[in-house]
Nanobody, 124 residues
Framework: QVRLVESGGGLVQAGGSLTLSCAAS????????MGWFRQAPGKDREFVAA????????YYEDSVKGRFTISRDNAEMTMYLQMNSLKPEDTAVYYC?????????????????WGQGTQVTVSS
């Protein structure tokens, strides 16, 4: 049983930083893609970033490139999202997700496992 648990959300002023964590358990994630999505009120869930658990290759949505960094610690079975230069439009519930391949990363329907989400609020 795959289990993903996010933590690290909170309230931060614009321009500030937060680091989200996703603790993964329940299987070996070798070859899996791990990712972050976010959902703002009234909007669809959108892709933020992904990392290949084995190779460490990363992929980012354009609006977060240069501001967010995704990483993972294989030994701790934990994925991170370092978020810098935060903007009010980054306010959303952030979800951790995993799936068994690297294709079609941007569509949340292609991801099979989800965490419960953590709220990030950026004040102006």
């Amino acid at each position: 049983q795959v289990r993903l648990v996010e933590s690290g959300g909170g309230l931060v002023q614009a321009g500030g930083s937060l680091t989200l964590s996703c603790a993964a358990s329940g299987r070996t994630f070798s070859g899996y893609a791990m990712g972050w999505f976010r959902q703002a009120p009234g909007k669809d869930r959108e892709f933020v970033a992904a990392i290949n658990w084995s190779s460490g290759n990363t992929y980012y949505e354009d609006s977060v490139k240069g501001r967010f960094t995704i990483s993972r610690d294989n030994a701790e079975m934990t994925m991170y999202l370092q978020m810098n230069s935060l903007k009010p439009e980054d306010t959303a519930v952030y979800y951790c997700a995993s799936r068994g391949s690297w294709n079609g990363l941007g569509d949340p329907l292609n991801w099979g496992y989800w965490g419960q989400g953590t709220q990030v609020t950026v004040s102006s």
